[in-house]
């Protein structure tokens, strides 16, 4: 896998790379999203990118990040289950 290159954001990690498509990884504290586009689909170099991303892509991802990063602190606060079974051993 290629890196193409980084968008500059304050709180997110923005990476272009290029694995026989373009991948657009966007990268929280804990949870990140990676959108997969063909070339035919109008990514294909940092500019591209930039547009998507200015196009609402942004707001969507920060957004689904924010939910993913809550849904993933709820189950991570949640206390281990006991095993139901006695260890033999």
Same mark, same amino acid.
């Given at each position: 896998?290629?890196?193409?290159?980084?968008?500059?954001?304050?709180?997110?990690?923005?990476?272009?790379?290029?694995?026989?498509?373009?991948?657009l990884k966007?990268? +929280?504290? +804990?949870? #990140?999203?990676?959108? /997969?586009? /063909?070339?035919?689909?109008?990514?294909?170099?940092?500019?591209?990118?930039? /547009?998507?991303?200015d196009?609402?892509?942004?707001? +969507?991802? #920060?957004?689904?990040?924010?939910?993913?990063?809550?849904?993933?602190? /709820?189950?991570?606060?949640?206390?281990?289950?006991?095993? #139901?079974?006695?260890?033999?051993?």
């Amino acid at each position: 896998m290629r890196i193409v290159g980084t968008i500059p954001h304050p709180k997110l990690k923005i990476t272009l790379m290029h694995h026989g498509r373009f991948l657009l990884k966007l990268e +929280d504290v +804990d949870v #990140e999203i990676t959108y /997969r586009f /063909r070339e035919s689909e109008g990514v294909a170099n940092l500019e591209d990118a930039q /547009r998507a991303l200015d196009l609402g892509l942004l707001q +969507d991802a #920060e957004r689904t990040l924010m939910e993913m990063s809550s849904a993933r602190k /709820r189950y991570a606060a949640m206390p281990p289950k006991r095993n #139901e079974f006695p260890t033999i051993i």
